[in-house]
């Protein structure tokens, strides 16, 4: 148990690849907080996919001791959060946990999305923030224009703001000492009170089970106790208790103020809900803590096996990857075109791709993925209301009195040269502006859209207008109604479900058009014509024809070798398994995802 | 038992893997060697036609066919012993085709006679183009002036000859096509092959073409449009398309192909060469080892072979419909029948007749022209599952 005004509790929250991992080895390696040889880049990183892809997705803490200037030794909780936005809901438990944040800001880059919603959040969680200027090493860096812009834009002081460079190491002695000074102990808190400690993560491990992480409030959490969760009403007995240091590490107990983990036999991480409150089974504390808006899933999409005879196996993977994913839902799915498979919903799109890219990795299970759709709130003329979550779904339109769809606050910041370009893309997937500002050369515009013209490929478009300088973050504010439709696709006049989408009126023609030009090219040519139509409810708004295929035929003939034939028909057989049948045409799979793709 | 008469013959390939130079484009097993120790090979030969020799005693030999690599570099005495000793080992039909392919250089025409001497009575020879430019693009290391002067002295020495042209190649346009077309139909005999260039996977040319290279090869439709024109160019001629790449005047068809083509027996001999054989009923696959250090050590400890399976009747059904429907003939769609044990899905060849890709009618199993130049498809629909 540590004093109060020995401990410091903060998170490190930035834009995405600002360096907040980074950031954190350096500080667990100055404080030798792990071994030199055990060193390496982005430790706390320590999923695959976040070290491939070089991004941090699930929020990581570690406890750190540091010996001050002021002679005492301080025991330090840094939480590092992921800086992609469909992870934000990492970052905003992660800053309940804690009482103050490093922001930490490329001064190459500048104030970004993220750096602004971040700050937001801190605000809220009513943090004391340290401004942290990364990467001054970098000769693009400008200090004095981003300390600027910090002011400006953001509207906190900058004059102290702690200028380093995580790569080199440059200023990290400052930052320290800045996390001591400058950011407050933990407020209250008492030793003698009963238990009461928020429920910040929790984790599956395969050889533990379910890990939870804790900050203590009130009391002292210990082995042996048996514990009660106050919203969820489950009891158990606590197995070990212990920190990160970043390896797991028991202790004899953990006090007010403290950050640590827990385990105790709990089966399911759908057994603990973040925000929830820990106390002992008896004389437990009386209320709970006000908990977490839960994270819901805004992007739906299904999950197909390439061979179908793999189903069990994808359910397999899919339960196992929800044990550890709160935020991920699922639901069987059968689909005329694609057998069965499952409709599962996400933050976003990254993480509906790193989902998917475990499951095809760990589990070995090839995926057709349908195109990501978003919930609609469809209500019926008898009154009745439901959620559409796939598009093929969609009732009749004869019974069906209006629907609604999600609408996002998106902010997106934008070097001048490339505002216009921005604009037009958000005017084009049905915005309505709500704001625009300028901070010296970046403006930062404000756009209340459509989330479905946004899950898409929203992004990639953004990044490809602004050349990678814009960056975008967005919060589903509500939903509302519009003239919404069904639009359907027929490839050789039968229609294919999984091409089914929901799309705006006034757009349909257009998305019709550019949709069938698309499969045109996707689909490869066969033995006889194919035509491609959209429709809505029957009628059709588009259409393309797929000419015959003229000539596909092995010119050499192999001699005697007629095993090699039989190979290149087995060949034409695995190549064909890569296509889904409808009648007598082939798809590919990734047409169902591609056809969807705006150009424009 | 299958009769001859079901399996086309009985015919004997011979393979020999050397050639003076790799060609880019060409993935058979061929091989530069510096020096080749003729009498060793020799000596191997004639082993390995002893003990296929012994294990299918009395079968009537109809052809005999020299392929490579490039024969044409052998030892006429090679060719000599061979022939001998496969007339000692097998009785031989009374019209024997013995075919040997020839690469067109000057060397080679000087063994002419001695092959023709030895029993060789039809020559294959691998023109590949008429003019010099594109020779060169395919890598090959004759002119045309060389190709002309060899297939002259062919025509004297042997009656049949045919040659082998590749075409649709880079930049070469439909009208460059037919007038090179035009001019092989003068010179040719009875018996043309024409290939459209295939891009093979783990040649230069495969290499360069996954780099993104090799440009201006044509595309689906000129190349369709390339292959048309052949069809008819040559019928104009006198030469009927009897086989996806080959054509011929009538009754000049390469006998020993065919039997390939409608599924017969055939030893192979020589590394990496393949056969299929009916021993004791059963019919076999079988593969000599294709490294030919490789195959000559083998024969030495006595069998070259590297592979003898059976072919499972399902397998026999689907080779003979891979081989069989590249022939205009077709198949008989009874033999198919007995081999598999059923009919094939006629769902699936109502289906090919609605799209004029197959003749009308269950009997013979046929493509139609426009079937032909989408066999692969073809091929597909009606095997699969
Ligand atoms: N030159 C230089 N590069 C840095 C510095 N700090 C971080 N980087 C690099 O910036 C990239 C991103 O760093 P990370 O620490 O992974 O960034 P992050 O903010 O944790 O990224 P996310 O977790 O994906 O949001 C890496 O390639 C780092 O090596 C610095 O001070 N100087
Ligand atoms: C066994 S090969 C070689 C015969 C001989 N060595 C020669 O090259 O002249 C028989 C024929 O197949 C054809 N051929 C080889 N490779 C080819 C390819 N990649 N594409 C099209 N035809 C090819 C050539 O016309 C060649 O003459
Ligand atoms: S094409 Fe003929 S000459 Fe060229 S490498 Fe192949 S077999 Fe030898
Ligand atoms: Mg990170």
């Given at each position: 148990?540590?004093?109060?005004?020995?401990?410091?509790?903060?998170?490190?929250?930035?834009?995405?690849?600002?360096?907040?991992?980074?950031?954190?080895?350096?500080?667990?390696?100055?404080?030798?907080?792990?071994?030199?040889?055990?060193?390496?880049?982005?430790?706390?990183?320590?999923?695959?996919?976040?070290?491939?892809?070089?991004?941090?997705?699930?929020?990581?803490?570690?406890?750190?001791?540091?010996?001050?200037?002021?002679?005492?030794?301080?025991?330090?909780?840094?939480?590092?959060?992921?800086?992609?936005?469909?992870?934000?809901?990492?970052?905003?438990?992660?800053?309940?946990?804690?009482?103050?944040?490093?922001?930490?800001?490329?001064?190459?880059?500048?104030?970004?999305?993220?750096?602004?919603?971040?700050?937001?959040?801190?605000?809220?969680?009513?943090?004391?923030?340290?401004?942290?200027?990364?990467?001054?090493?970098?000769?693009?860096?400008?200090?004095?224009?981003?300390?600027?812009?910090?002011?400006?834009?953001?509207?906190?002081?900058?004059?102290?703001?702690?200028?380093?460079?995580?790569?080199?190491?440059?200023?990290?002695?400052?930052?320290?000492?800045?996390?001591?000074?400058?950011?407050?102990?933990?407020?209250?808190?008492?030793?003698?009170?009963?238990?009461?400690?928020?429920?910040?993560?929790?984790?599956?491990?395969?050889?533990?089970?379910?890990?939870?992480?804790?900050?203590?409030?009130?009391?002292?959490?210990?082995?042996?106790?048996?514990?009660?969760?106050?919203?969820?009403?489950?009891?158990?007995?606590?197995?070990?208790?212990?920190?990160?240091?970043?390896?797991?590490?028991?202790?004899?107990?953990?006090?007010?103020?403290?950050?640590?983990?827990?385990?105790?036999?709990?089966?399911?991480?759908?057994?603990?809900?973040?925000?929830?409150?820990?106390?002992?089974?008896?004389?437990?504390?009386?209320?709970?803590?006000?908990?977490?808006?839960?994270?819901?899933?805004?992007?739906?999409?299904?999950?197909?096996?390439?061979?179908?005879?793999?189903?069990?196996?994808?359910?397999?993977?899919?339960?196992?990857?929800?044990?550890?994913?709160?935020?991920?839902?699922?639901?069987?799915?059968?689909?005329?075109?694609?057998?069965?498979?499952?409709?599962?919903?996400?933050?976003?799109?990254?993480?509906?791709?790193?989902?998917?890219?475990?499951?095809?990795?760990?589990?070995?299970?090839?995926?057709?993925?349908?195109?990501?759709?978003?919930?609609?709130?469809?209500?019926?003329?008898?009154?009745?209301?439901?959620?559409?979550?796939?598009?093929?779904?969609?009732?009749?339109?004869?019974?069906?009195?209006?629907?609604?769809?999600?609408?996002?606050?998106?902010?997106?910041?934008?070097?001048?040269?490339?505002?216009?370009?921005?604009?037009?893309?958000?005017?084009?997937?049905?915005?309505?502006?709500?704001?625009?500002?300028?901070?010296?050369?970046?403006?930062?515009?404000?756009?209340?859209?459509?989330?479905?013209?946004?899950?898409?490929?929203?992004?990639?478009?953004?990044?490809?207008?602004?050349?990678?300088?814009?960056?975008?973050?967005?919060?589903?504010?509500?939903?509302?109604?519009?003239?919404?439709?069904?639009?359907?696709?027929?490839v050789n006049d039968e229609?294919?479900?999984?091409?089914?989408?929901?799309?705006?009126?006034?757009?349909?023609?257009?998305?019709?058009?550019?949709?069938?030009?698309?499969?045109k090219?996707?689909i490869p040519r066969h033995m006889f014509k194919i035509p491609i139509?959209?429709?809505?409810?029957?009628?059709?708004?588009?259409?393309?024809t797929l000419s015959a295929l003229r000539k596909d035929?092995?010119?050499?003939?192999?001699?005697?070798?007629?095993?090699?034939?039989?190979?290149?028909?087995?060949?034409?057989?695995?190549?064909?398994?890569?296509?889904?049948q409808f009648g007598k045409v082939e798809i590919?799979?990734?047409?169902?995802?591609?056809?969807?793709?705006?150009?424009? | 038992?299958?009769?001859?008469?079901?399996?086309?013959?009985?015919?004997?390939?011979?393979?020999?893997?050397?050639?003076?130079?790799?060609?880019?484009?060409?993935?058979?097993?061929?091989?530069?060697?510096?020096?080749?120790?003729?009498?060793?090979?020799?000596?191997?030969?004639?082993?390995?036609?002893?003990?296929?020799?012994?294990?299918?005693?009395?079968?009537?030999?109809?052809?005999?066919?020299?392929?490579?690599?490039?024969?044409?570099?052998?030892?006429?005495?090679?060719?000599?012993?061979?022939?001998?000793?496969?007339?000692?080992?097998?009785?031989?039909?009374?019209?024997?085709?013995?075919?040997?392919?020839?690469?067109?250089?000057?060397?080679?025409?000087?063994?002419?006679?001695?092959?023709?001497?030895?029993?060789?009575?039809?020559?294959?020879?691998?023109?590949?183009?008429?003019?010099?430019?594109?020779?060169?693009?395919?890598?090959?290391?004759?002119?045309?002036?060389?190709?002309?002067?060899?297939?002259?002295?062919?025509?004297?020495?042997?009656?049949?000859?045919?040659?082998?042209?590749?075409?649709?190649?880079?930049?070469?346009?439909?009208?460059?096509?037919?007038?090179?077309?035009?001019?092989?139909?003068?010179?040719?005999?009875?018996?043309?092959?024409?290939?459209?260039?295939?891009?093979?996977?783990?040649?230069?040319?495969?290499?360069?073409?996954?780099?993104?290279?090799?440009?201006?090869?044509?595309?689906?439709?000129?190349?369709?449009?390339?292959?048309?024109?052949?069809?008819?160019?040559?019928?104009?001629?006198?030469?009927?398309?009897?086989?996806?790449?080959?054509?011929?005047?009538?009754?000049?068809?390469?006998?020993?192909?065919?039997?390939?083509?409608?599924?017969?027996?055939?030893?192979?001999?020589?590394?990496?060469?393949?056969?299929?054989?009916?021993?004791?009923?059963?019919?076999?696959?079988?593969?000599?080892?294709?490294?030919?250090?490789?195959?000559?050590?083998?024969?030495?400890?006595?069998?070259?072979?590297?592979?003898?399976?059976?072919?499972?009747?399902?397998?026999?059904?689907?080779?003979?419909?891979?081989?069989?429907?590249?022939?205009?003939?077709?198949?008989?769609?009874?033999?198919?029948?007995?081999?598999?044990?059923?009919?094939?899905?006629?769902e699936s060849?109502a289906h090919l007749q609605d799209l004029g890709l197959l003749?009308?009618?269950?009997?013979?199993?046929?493509?139609t022209?426009k079937g032909?130049m989408l066999?692969?498809s073809v091929?597909a629909e009606?095997?699969?599952?």
């Amino acid at each position: 148990m540590t004093e109060l005004s020995r401990i410091r509790n903060f998170s490190i929250v930035a834009h995405i690849d600002h360096g907040k991992s980074t950031l954190a080895d350096r500080l667990i390696q100055l404080t030798g907080t792990v071994a030199e040889r055990d060193m390496k880049e982005q430790l706390l990183d320590a999923m695959d996919i976040e070290r491939e892809r070089g991004i941090t997705i699930k929020a990581n803490t570690v406890r750190i001791d540091y010996p001050a200037r002021d002679g005492h030794t301080y025991v330090l909780n840094l939480i590092d959060t992921p800086g992609h936005v469909d992870f934000s809901y990492e970052v905003s438990r992660s800053m309940r946990a804690v009482e103050g944040s490093l922001l930490v800001v490329d001064a190459t880059q500048g104030v970004e999305a993220q750096t602004l919603a971040n700050v937001y959040q801190a605000i809220d969680a009513d943090h004391e923030i340290v401004p942290v200027l990364n990467k001054i090493d970098l000769p693009a860096a400008d200090v004095d224009r981003v300390a600027e812009q910090i002011e400006d834009v953001i509207g906190i002081d900058a004059s102290d703001a702690v200028q380093i460079s995580a790569k080199t190491g440059m200023g990290i002695p400052e930052v320290l000492e800045a996390i001591v000074t400058r950011l407050p102990p933990p407020h209250g808190g008492t030793r003698d009170a009963p238990l009461k400690a928020m429920l910040v993560d929790s984790k599956y491990d395969s050889y533990l089970g379910v890990v939870v992480i804790v900050r203590v409030i009130d009391g002292v959490l210990k082995k042996g106790q048996r514990i009660r969760m106050m919203r969820t009403g489950g009891t158990y007995d606590v197995d070990r208790v212990g920190v990160y240091r970043p390896a797991m590490t028991s202790v004899d107990e953990l006090g007010p103020g403290e950050i640590g983990f827990l385990t105790a036999s709990i089966k399911q991480v759908r057994d603990t809900r973040v925000g929830d409150t820990t106390t002992t089974e008896k004389k437990g504390c009386e209320a709970p803590l006000p908990g977490f808006k839960p994270s819901i899933p805004v992007v739906f999409c299904g999950l197909f096996p390439v061979d179908s005879s793999q189903f069990e196996d994808l359910r397999d993977a899919i339960e196992k990857l929800a044990l550890n994913d709160a935020s991920f839902s699922y639901e069987m799915e059968t689909s005329a075109a694609l057998g069965f498979g499952f409709r599962c919903g996400f933050l976003g799109l990254l993480h509906l791709e790193v989902i998917r890219d475990r499951i095809e990795r760990e589990y070995d299970i090839e995926l057709i993925t349908t195109a990501p759709s978003v919930v609609y709130h469809v209500f019926m003329k008898d009154g009745s209301f439901r959620e559409l979550h796939n598009p093929a779904d969609m009732p009749d339109l004869t019974h069906v009195e209006h629907i609604e769809e999600p609408r996002i606050k998106a902010t997106i910041m934008v070097p001048d040269e490339f505002l216009g370009d921005v604009l037009k893309l958000c005017q084009d997937r049905r915005g309505i502006q709500l704001d625009m500002t300028y901070a010296g050369s970046r403006a930062m515009v404000v756009y209340d859209l459509p989330l479905n013209e946004v899950v898409f490929d929203f992004y990639d478009r953004l990044k490809s207008v602004t050349k990678g300088y814009a960056s975008f973050d967005y919060q589903i504010i509500g939903y509302r109604q519009d003239n919404l439709v069904k639009m359907q696709v027929l490839v050789n006049d039968e229609p294919v479900d999984a091409l089914s989408t929901m799309v705006h009126r006034d757009r349909a023609e257009q998305r019709g058009r550019a949709m069938c030009e698309k499969l045109k090219d996707l689909i490869p040519r066969h033995m006889f014509k194919i035509p491609i139509q959209a429709a809505i409810g029957g009628k059709v708004i588009a259409r393309e024809t797929l000419s015959a295929l003229r000539k596909d035929v092995t010119a050499k003939c192999y001699g005697g070798d007629a095993t090699r034939k039989r190979k290149l028909l087995d060949k034409q057989k695995a190549g064909k398994k890569k296509m889904r049948q409808f009648g007598k045409v082939e798809i590919p799979q990734e047409a169902f995802i591609s056809a969807l793709k705006m150009d424009g | 038992m299958p009769e001859d008469w079901e399996t086309g013959g009985f015919g004997l390939y011979i393979h020999w893997p050397f050639c003076q130079a790799k060609c880019p484009y060409c993935d058979f097993n061929s091989h530069v060697s510096p020096q080749v120790d003729h009498a060793r090979w020799q000596r191997a030969y004639l082993a390995e036609l002893d003990r296929v020799g012994a294990e299918t005693q009395g079968r009537v030999l109809s052809t005999v066919y020299f392929g490579g690599g490039t024969p044409s570099l052998m030892a006429p005495e090679t060719v000599n012993a061979i022939l001998e000793r496969v007339r000692r080992l097998w009785p031989v039909s009374n019209s024997l085709e013995v075919t040997l392919e020839a690469n067109p250089g000057s060397v080679e025409a000087g063994r002419f006679a001695g092959y023709h001497a030895a029993g060789v009575n039809r020559i294959s020879m691998g023109i590949q183009a008429l003019n010099n430019h594109d020779l060169q693009r395919l890598g090959r290391i004759h002119s045309v002036e060389e190709a002309r002067a060899a297939f002259d002295i062919a025509r004297g020495v042997f009656d049949r000859v045919s040659f082998d042209l590749i075409y649709a190649r880079q930049n070469q346009s439909l009208a460059d096509w037919q007038s090179e077309l035009r001019e092989a139909l003068s010179m040719a005999v009875d018996h043309l092959s024409l290939y459209q260039l295939t891009i093979e996977e783990g040649t230069a040319f495969g290499d360069r073409y996954a780099r993104g290279g090799l440009r201006g090869l044509p595309d689906d439709d000129l190349s369709a449009d390339m292959y048309q024109v052949t069809q008819e160019v040559c019928a104009q001629a006198g030469f009927e398309g009897y086989e996806v790449s080959n054509y011929s005047r009538p009754g000049e068809e390469s006998r020993h192909n065919l039997i390939y083509w409608r599924y017969g027996d055939y030893a192979g001999i020589g590394p990496g060469a393949h056969g299929r054989l009916t021993l004791g009923g059963q019919r076999h696959a079988t593969e000599s080892w294709r490294n030919p250090a490789r195959w000559l050590d083998a024969v030495d400890a006595g069998n070259g072979e590297s592979l003898r399976d059976p072919v499972s009747c399902a397998d026999q059904a689907v080779e003979c419909l891979l081989m069989g429907l590249r022939l205009v003939e077709g198949v008989d769609a009874e033999r198919v029948k007995r081999l598999s044990g059923q009919n094939l899905s006629t769902e699936s060849v109502a289906h090919l007749q609605d799209l004029g890709l197959l003749d009308p009618g269950f009997a013979r199993i046929r493509t139609t022209p426009k079937g032909r130049m989408l066999l692969n498809s073809v091929i597909a629909e009606l095997l699969g599952d």
